[in-house]
């Protein structure tokens, strides 16, 4: 069964530092996600992608944050420079259509900054 | 703005024993609600859904009923089975045509033979 898979599992940095996390969603998905979810805390949407370009972020989502779909079959999240508050396991996800609800999620990256 | 809320705590139960977990949202529109649930070693996988007041989402025994009045969608098995530990988080959609969701914060349920 095709299943969206992230890279790495965990992954541990200095604040301050570059951080990408990577995707790969399921092949025919079209619309691809990251949420993410602070220890204790609730699943939170970042970002959703289609056909290239950011569709819809949220405030937590700032310049800090990017998203590109480099080669046709990644799909990264980079955060330029970790804060403590970014440590949280994130989520990407994707799916066939926008208006379904009906995602698909890998296991999650678990990062925690130091 | 639009946010669900899930009971507290994880929830541990024997086999067979009759599993509820509380879901209420808040919504400025119509929201579609969810249930997804994530395996250990797993993504989160949508469960049910439902899209309008009074649907009833199932699936895999599990049932949940979109209740307006109460602004609920409480997921409910009837026996539950060891393969059925999980975490259970309810979400909602508010807008159409994006998949932006909601979540809560979940619930680990933990079955014991």
């Known amino acids: 069964e095709p299943e969206v898979t992230q890279t790495p599992s965990h992954q541990v940095t200095q604040m301050g530092q570059e951080v990408i996390l990577r995707c790969v969603p399921i092949?025919?998905?079209?619309?691809f996600y990251w949420y993410r979810q602070i220890l204790g805390q609730k699943v939170e949407f970042l970002v959703s992608?289609?056909?290239?370009?950011?569709?819809?972020k949220s405030e937590i989502f700032d310049d800090q944050f990017s998203v590109e779909r480099p080669d046709g079959s990644n799909f990264t999240l980079k955060i330029r420079s970790t804060k403590l508050e970014d440590s949280a396991m994130y989520f990407c996800?994707?799916?066939?259509?926008?208006?379904?609800?009906?995602?698909?999620f890998g296991e999650g990256s678990r990062l925690t900054v130091l | 703005g639009d946010s669900v809320t899930q009971m507290e705590g994880p929830v541990t139960l024997s086999e067979e024993a009759f599993l509820t977990i509380n879901c209420t949202y808040t919504?400025?529109?119509?929201?579609?609600l969810f249930w997804y649930v994530q395996y250990p070693g797993e993504g989160l996988q949508l469960l049910l859904k439902?899209?309008?007041?009074?649907d009833k989402g199932s699936n895999k025994g599990f049932e949940a009923t979109y209740r307006k009045e109460t602004t609920s969608f409480h997921l409910e098995k009837g026996s539950v089975q060891v393969s059925d530990s999980a975490v259970y988080f309810c979400?909602?959609?508010?807008?159409?045509?994006?998949?932006?969701?909601?979540f809560g914060k979940g619930n680990q349920v933990v079955v014991i033979p």
């Open positions: 996800a994707s799916s066939r259509r926008s208006n379904t609800g009906e995602l698909f």
């Open positions: 092949s025919n998905h079209l619309y």
């Open positions: 992608f289609y056909n290239n370009e950011i569709s819809e």
């Open positions: 919504a400025t529109g119509y929201p579609s």
């Open positions: 439902a899209t309008k007041a009074d």
């Open positions: 979400a909602l959609s508010v807008l159409y045509g994006n998949n932006r969701l909601a």
